[in-house]
């Protein structure tokens, strides 16, 4: 602790640093940002827009990198990803942001910030183009964890000539996840014919009787294949548990 101490008194370490190391978190204007997520429990800290302000979420953006040198923002729109642009910019000038309108994420990481490398595959696959905003999230959150991402869009059920010409590049995969919605038959489908291990994602699109992703949901949890289901648009939570296998995966090689 006193070298903790030592090191704010020489201006070597910020206070968010400090109070980081101490307690695991930092706090902030906005709230506190968990900067010990990732070592403890393997998974990045997120910050989730939905619900806060721009100016709010910058505040946590700013924090993240103050203490972990990396920003992770999901369910973000234009003006909170300009206001967290800006801010970072006064703020951590050397700080490199990405940012990802189709899928609402942001990402902002410091020149000292090191990415895991694991040796490890997850293939995100969609069933059709409308499934693209939470497969997004998945593969960010998968590719943020260290695994290689492969991209394996639109081989949807309506004709299962896509999904059996897929099938050689599905088996090459570590882990999958699959993001259909409708009645959410895809995962299902890949399940009866791969040895790979399965993660659902139920997505918020079709109408009528069970629209808005109940249907694809439930279909997935009915399904009498072996696979795993996560919530409605959940891409965050879909990645978070591939990129946890794949960690395991690359510890056994």
Known sequence: MRDILDAVAAGDLSPAEAEASLSGYATSGAGRFDAAREERAGVPEAILADGKTPAEVADLAATAIETTDRALVTRIGDETAAAVSERL???????????NDRS??????????????????????????????????????VREMGATVTRIDDVGVASLARTIDAVERLRDQDVLIIAAGREGALPTVVAGLVDVPIIGLPVSTGYGHGGEG???????????????????DA????????????RQLDDAR
């Not at 910019?89 to 940012?99: D, F, G, K, Q, S």
């Not at 694991?118 to 696959?125: E, F, K, M, R, S």
């Open 89 to 99: 910019a006064t703020a951590v000038p050397e700080a490199t942001v990405r940012w």
């Open 104 to 141: 609402h994420w942001l990402v902002a990481t410091t020149p000292d910030f090191e990415r895991p490398d694991l040796d490890a595959a997850v293939g995100i696959v969609t069933a059709g183009t409308s499934d693209a905003v939470p497969a997004g999230e998945a593969a960010l959150v």
């Open 214 to 232: 109940q249907a694809a949901l439930s279909g997935m949890l009915q399904s009498c294949t072996a696979l795993s289901v996560v919530n409605i």
């Open 235 to 246: 891409g965050f939570t879909a990645g978070t548990q591939a990129g946890l296998i794949a």
